[in-house]
């Protein structure tokens, strides 16, 4: 697929891996919509983005645990976006690790909402105008959680094993739509998600949140024969 040009939505945009994948697709011509919660952090991400090659971009503030707002945000994004060609559900929350009786409820109905709930809501609204372009792509940015059993991770893991499904299925379902599916399933990043679940862990030896970005183009980027419908980032 040929990026430039290309209408892209990212959730979690606004900092982490978002960021990364949207400078790296303003570099590769794109226009964006950039979906997250921290107004600050948003528009000095706009500010990054349209610094690069005067790429337009779009920013949208929205809390992914709340539905009712998920709901309202795809009607926004495709209208003042004018279409949607790309869609990148890459936000998600982490909960402190431990077994599932210490895990609070409120952040147990969080972390599958926004990490999968929110998705699959946003997916669903923005379908009807991926399938009207000649070419689509929805990527989902999962976890290796999502292949793999790591105990403390009780709702991360299903969230992400959730994910997984909802990409194989989507997949089978768009098959003759033209709207091509892809799953991205990274081992730990260095981002702040651990830290803002107090959670201590060793970033810096995790992969770079800007090497992961450069998966994600490369991976949209490719021929129209050739298609990479999942991809396992190891360390």
Not at 108 to 117: S, Y
């Amino acid at each position: 697929m040929d990026l430039a040009g290309k209408r892209v939505a990212v959730s979690g945009g606004s900092d982490g891996i978002g960021r990364h994948i949207c400078l790296k697709l303003a570099e590769a011509g794109c226009e964006l919509a950039i979906l997250g919660r921290d107004i600050a952090r948003l528009e000095a991400v706009k500010r990054e983005v349209e610094s690069v090659n005067g790429t337009r971009a779009l920013i949208f503030a929205a809390d992914l645990n709340d539905m009712s707002m998920v709901s309202g945000l795809s009607a926004q994004i495709v209208s003042q976006m004018g279409g949607l060609d790309i869609l990148i559900n890459n936000a998600g929350v982490w909960h402190k690790t431990g077994p599932l009786d210490t895990i609070d409820e409120a952040m147990l109905l969080q972390t599958v909402q926004v990490n999968l709930t929110a998705a699959m809501i946003l997916t669903r609204n923005v379908l009807p105008t991926l399938r009207a372009q000649s070419e689509a792509a929805v990527l989902n940015v999962i976890s290796k959680s999502g292949v793999i059993a790591q105990a403390g991770q009780s709702v991360y893991s299903a969230s992400k094993y959730g994910m997984r499904g909802f990409t194989d299925v989507l997949k089978e379902d768009e098959a003759e739509s033209g709207v091509r599916v892809a799953g991205l399933y990274q081992s730990g990043t260095n981002t702040g998600m651990f830290a803002k679940a107090a959670e201590d862990v060793p970033n810096h030896i995790f992969t770079e949140p800007d090497d992961l970005a450069d998966v994600v183009v490369f991976m949209l980027s490719r021929p129209a024969k050739l298609w990479m419908h999942e991809v396992r980032v190891e360390l």
